[in-house]
């Protein structure tokens, strides 16, 4: 049977969330492949790994391996981050070289739900000359304005074509023979401090215009369940969305019907609060995957942290409030 590769990288407080949607990756796996997975990582407990590697022996077409990639930490650029998932961020950009087994390999986060078969998706484009694809961007928002006071004219363009780096398919044989992790790394390493989504931007803002994109049934959204598509304004850059409102129109209504993968974006997530959309498939994956023990012994832990960074945002928020009730005195 034909091979998939496939790659997580996660720190040791995603380990539920990693459970849920690598269950529910394999549930969904067509049989006529077989399914290679890894996490990359450098923290996660052995008691954790195994507990995962016991989830996958479940299915007789996967097997998982663990890898730790403290070699690639040394770096003190991938250190010095903004967010405490930089090195994670940076394992992507050097998959390449993590995986020369691999002409290809899909990458995907694990704040997801997978409701569809990804064989698909690890296929496409053929004959097409690229060296990431993903879901661009589906519909309008003032995300650019985040990107005025840095960033070129000419960059900002290139910036509007983006893909979402929560689920990627990468083609390693030609960012090997183009050496583009080097120039992924390198761009990556002088101009972190000023990159909004570190490896989205890094990716495009280095490899464009060899981008592909991906139908959105691969990455759907969980917010998107909450826009009325009538009303709908849809974002004009994404080469790989249709243009005509009608067909925008039928094409994400399809998506949201039958997505591959439900990807719950932001701080709100399906096992820290209550409301989020698609919820009930996150809970109904975590009880069918015999890990719910593993969740309410967790979940003590997501409380605190939701609460701490509630605090923290109410914090930022009155000292913005104070600041600029100064200024318009």
């Not at 730790?68 to 090195?87: E, G, R, V």
């Not at 650019?144 to 044989?173: R, S, V």
Request: proline share 4%; hydrophobic share 40%; charged share 25%.
């Amino acid at each position: 049977m034909e091979k998939i590769p496939v790659f997580f990288t996660f720190d040791k407080n995603y380990v539920v969330a990693a459970q849920v949607a690598i269950y529910s990756m394999l549930k969904q796996a067509a049989p006529r492949y077989t399914y290679k997975l890894y996490v990359l990582h450098t923290d996660i407990p052995l008691a954790a790994q195994k507990k995962i590697n016991r989830l996958v022996a479940k299915f007789d077409n996967a097997t998982l391996d663990f890898i730790d990639t403290s070699a690639f930490d040394d770096d003190a650029h991938i250190l010095q981050s903004k967010a405490h998932f930089s090195k994670e961020i940076y394992y992507k950009l050097i998959a390449a070289e993590i995986f020369p087994q691999y002409d290809r390999i899909i990458c995907s986060d694990v704040d997801v739900a997978f409701t569809g078969d990804i064989s698909e998706s690890y296929f496409m484009h053929p004959d097409r000359f690229f060296y990431f694809a993903g879901v661009g961007q589906i519909l309008e928002s003032d995300r650019m304005k985040n990107y005025d006071p840095d960033f070129t004219l000419e960059e900002k363009e290139i910036l509007k074509k983006e893909i979402a780096a929560g689920y990627l398919l990468m083609n390693l044989k030609v960012i090997r023979e183009n050496a583009m992790q080097q120039k992924l790394t390198d761009y990556y390493k002088a101009n972190y401090h000023r990159l909004r989504l570190p490896e989205q931007d890094c990716m495009i803002l280095c490899c464009w215009p060899h981008i592909a994109y991906l139908p959105l049934k691969f990455v759907v959204c969980t917010n998107y369940y909450h826009t009325d598509t009538r009303t709908a304004s849809f974002y004009k850059e994404n080469d790989g969305f249709p243009q005509r409102h009608e067909e925008a129109c039928r094409t994400f209504e399809e998506a949201l019907a039958t997505p591959v993968q439900l990807h719950y974006v932001g701080g709100n997530k399906p096992w820290n609060s209550l409301c989020v959309p698609k919820q009930s498939v996150w809970l109904s994956l975590l009880w069918e995957s015999g890990c719910t023990a593993d969740f309410l012994q967790a979940l003590p832990g997501f409380i605190r942290k939701r609460l701490e960074r509630y605090s923290l945002k109410r914090f930022y928020t009155k000292i913005s409030k104070r600041i600029a009730n100064k200024k318009t005195k």
